[in-house]
């Protein structure tokens, strides 16, 4: 009985310790983060991004679209913790549209799988992930349309029909073009000819 007791009490003290997304989130607002960061853990590494008036300015004009298309009540969020599937994935992605029936969750977190749209604005510091393992979690998870609007190369980058974990569907436009965004049948049209380059 006692060794059954004390292989318990080991395994619980060892599953006590394994980092979880929400004991890494806990230790992040401990520290002192720089204001105007973006923190993201990213198959379990910590990222820390400046935001720039220029990624700013491309996600206001996300956020103007989606407005302009769902109205100003749609469930649209920016930079808001959402965990997805893999190993350690707590993305904040930069611009959100979830469906009309999405609820949180009794901790107050929205299911990825209500994300019908994510759009992410590249930082120079952390491009790779946005172009390499978050577009990988992303069409795991089964999010319809991701976007790409990179300010360094002046162009957006459109995956849609995720399948077994890769996008199918994929167009790259340069900044100055019309792109056509449809989501959940609704005929979303995203302007670039404004979109500011860094």
Partial sequence: MTAVVETVRIAMAEESNELTLDKMFEMLEEMPVPEGYKVEIVGG???????RDTHWEIIRRFLWALDDTFGRSAKVKSDVRFDFPGHLN???????????DAQQDPRGRWDFADVEFIAEVISKDTAANDYGPKKAVYATAGIPVYVIADPYTGRCHVYTDPKEGEYT?????????????????????????DFPRR
């Fill in 169 to 193: 569907g994929e167009l790259t436009a340069t900044f100055g073009m019309e792109i056509d965004l449809t989501i959940s049948g609704s005929a979303l049209t995203l302007q670039t000819d």
């Fill in 90 to 100: 707590g993305f904040c992605p930069d611009v959100v549209k979830l469906a009309a």
């Fill in 45 to 51: 590494a910590i990222y820390m991004s400046p935001q």
